[in-house]
């Protein structure tokens, strides 16, 4: 089974440029999660999405950030401007159980797309 | 917004055993304890879930008491291998009544031969 491709891989911009993640979640998941991770701390959740509805995106900085998953399969993920402390390590996470079901939170994350803001 | 809590870092020999905390007051009533291992310029990767008493899978233990403001994950016999940040993840009960996913801030382990 393939798991969740992100990419890129690595992103390297200007601040008040734009930028934009892709991410694919293992095949028939229903629940995909963005995460921000700056170094040394945990990720922290900026936007989850159950098929291709909008769950919970308190924490996603709204007049600069973006998502979107249409068709409920791939999602993007948008920076517009950046600024300098946008740099992290932005994960993509899926999981095959509706986020309704009983709190479970068992995901799959890809690798990541590390970002570095100039 | 409540926090869940672990020790920065533990040291360990190759042999061991390891049990890590999660201090996470303010749980949601219906939500999992799950951790998760991080090597480094890698995503997390799920070890093991729970909601109470014990579970335990080829890999760890969990041991969650019965108020379930805590947790601990065991690692039997670790190896150099297990060198990585392991996080606890929960829903924290929001005042709105909605939950939010929060990890942890994460514990280095760190396994000597």
């Known amino acids: 089974e393939a798991g969740v491709a992100q990419s890129p891989r690595y992103k390297i911009i200007e601040k008040r440029q734009s930028v934009a993640f892709w991410c694919n979640p293992i095949?028939?998941?229903?629940?995909l999660y963005w995460y921000q991770q700056i170094l040394g701390q945990g990720p922290k959740l900026l936007i989850q999405?159950?098929?291709?509805?909008?769950?919970?995106d308190s924490q996603l900085p709204k007049d600069r950030f973006s998502a979107e998953r249409l068709k409920g399969v791939d999602s993007t993920l948008k920076i517009q401007p950046a600024k300098l402390e946008d740099s992290a390590v932005y994960l993509c996470?899926?999981?095959?159980?509706?986020?309704?079901?009983?709190?479970?939170?068992?995901?799959?994350f890809g690798p990541g797309t590390r970002l570095t803001v100039t | 917004l409540a926090k869940t809590t672990q020790p920065i870092s533990m040291d360990s020999y190759e042999g061991q055993e390891v049990n890590i905390t999660c201090s996470h007051n303010?749980?949601?009533?219906?939500?999992?304890i799950t951790w998760y291992q991080q090597f480094p310029s890698q995503g997390p990767r799920f070890i093991i879930q729970?909601?109470?008493t014990k579970v335990t899978n080829e890999v760890a233990s969990l041991f969650i008491p019965a108020d379930r403001k805590s947790s601990t994950l065991s690692l039997p016999r670790v190896s150099l291998s297990d060198t990585a940040v392991y996080y606890c993840?929960?829903?924290?009960?929001?005042?709105?009544?909605?939950?939010?996913?929060?990890f942890g801030s994460g514990t280095r382990l760190q396994v000597q031969p």
């Open positions: 996470a899926s999981s095959p159980r509706p986020f309704r079901l009983a709190g479970s939170y068992e995901q799959y």
């Open positions: 993840l929960v829903g924290d009960r929001r005042d709105t009544g909605r939950r939010a996913l929060t």
């Open positions: 095949s028939g998941h229903a629940t």
């Open positions: 303010n749980i949601a009533t219906n939500d999992y």
């Open positions: 729970g909601y109470k």
């Open positions: 999405f159950q098929n291709n509805g909008v769950v919970d």
